[in-house]
């Protein structure tokens, strides 16, 4: 069965879990359900810190202040969504027509198939480092606890303080699960929104080495049929253009907040995984720690490189104008590619916060931060 679209069935399952796919009957409910579970955990974090404060457990501290920032991020990161519905609703009606052109060329069917599969195989990746990071939290579940020591604090997936009292060895279990699950598809939310971005940025690119394919078949054209050409070509370019500046309205406020709490996550789970070193539970610890810095590190790194990729594939339009053989065409239609190269020049980016724009070297900067701040932390200790 041949695909239709660049986003595939568990993306569009996660964003309808979530209440960011339009047009979708129970939207209120999924985001009321998602704002009360989020704020209650979020308000279950906030008393643990203030009892551990002062603890001498500075691994405990840490890790809840870093499960603190992962759920605030992701609840910004949904509720900007839902306030941009129209953006993204715009973006997938845009989709849908590019997907609609290619069905004329098999050519262009074959690029848009090909970045589908691509962006398929990424978001299977993602989901499955994410999946794995949070079972390494679930082996709670399968300890032994004794509930009714009432001079222990029962230890809980989450770091968290619950507002009730558990008596019973089965309502802990419960509870533990229900921790579990909400962590799961939390985590999964979070890397569908990144993976998200990907998909997004791999349609851009096909769109583009669409129209690059256009540009070399420019000089087989009759004159009238280059006159056509040059106006699809001309249409295709804007509307790109169009596209990345909405995706870039999506997701600009987004890489800000992930552009800040990375930064900072980063280097809270770097000290996490230095003080570990030496400790009893040395091994369960590092190990954990180190998932979490794994998804934090992708997670920024995503960013960054679907920034890098888009600049590389908007200077990828001027060159293609640039090597064909333009001098072959009438004055008219040169001067018309000469303001395709022009406009190609100015290049299509994303940016943190409108700030500076994302690329491999704001990853660079990311990471030296980071450890800026850990060698802070270290000589504080």
Not at 39 to 50: D, E, G, K, N, S
Not at 237 to 248: D, S, W
Not at 312 to 338: C, F, V
Not at 339 to 357: C, H, N, P, S
Request: charged share 15%; aromatic share 12%.
């Amino acid at each position: 069965m041949t695909r239709k679209s660049t986003i595939n069935r568990m993306t569009k399952f996660m964003l309808i879990l979530f209440g960011i796919w339009p047009d979708v009957s129970y939207v209120i409910f999924s985001r009321i359900f998602w704002t009360v579970t989020i704020a209650i955990v979020l308000f279950c974090h906030y008393p643990y810190l203030l009892a551990h404060l002062h603890s001498d457990d500075v691994f405990d501290l840490m890790d809840c202040f870093s499960n603190f920032l992962g759920f605030l991020k992701l609840m910004i990161k949904i509720i900007f969504f839902w306030l941009n519905q129209r953006i993204f609703h715009e973006i997938l009606t845009m989709m849908a027509e590019d997907w609609n052109d290619c069905t004329k060329n098999d050519i262009e069917m074959h690029e848009a198939i090909n970045k589908a599969k691509t962006s398929n195989r990424i978001t299977n990746v993602i989901m499955i480092i994410h999946t794995v990071a949070v079972l390494l939290y679930g082996d709670l579940i399968l300890a032994k606890v004794d509930v009714t020591d009432r001079t222990i604090n029962l230890p809980h997936i989450y770091k968290i303080e619950v507002p009730f009292s558990i008596n019973t060895q089965r309502t802990y279990k419960v509870v533990l699960i229900v921790e579990l699950i909400h962590l799961l598809v939390c985590s999964w939310g979070m890397g569908t929104l990144n993976a998200l971005l990907l998909t997004l940025i791999l349609h851009v690119g096909g769109q583009i080495n669409i129209l690059r394919y256009w540009l070399t078949e420019l000089i087989s054209k009759e004159n009238k049929s280059i006159a056509i050409m040059m106006k699809r070509i001309i249409r295709k370019h804007q509307k790109i253009i169009y596209f990345t500046k909405n995706i870039e309205s999506l997701y600009t406020f987004i890489a800000f907040i992930q552009f800040v709490s990375n930064t900072m996550m980063i280097c809270l789970i770097g000290f996490l995984i230095i003080t570990a070193l030496g400790d009893p539970n040395a091994t369960k610890k590092i190990v954990k720690a180190i998932s979490y810095y794994s998804v934090t590190n992708m997670e920024a790194f995503i960013f960054c490189y679907a920034g890098e990729y888009l600049i590389n594939k908007s200077k990828a339009i001027g060159l293609a104008a640039y090597n064909i053989s333009w001098y072959e065409l009438e004055p008219e239609y040169n001067r018309i590619l000469l303001f395709i190269i022009l406009r190609a020049q100015k290049q299509l980016t994303l940016t943190v916060g409108k700030m500076t724009d994302l690329s491999l070297q704001c990853f660079a900067s990311i990471m030296n931060s980071a450890g800026s701040y850990l060698s802070v932390l270290l000589a504080m200790q």
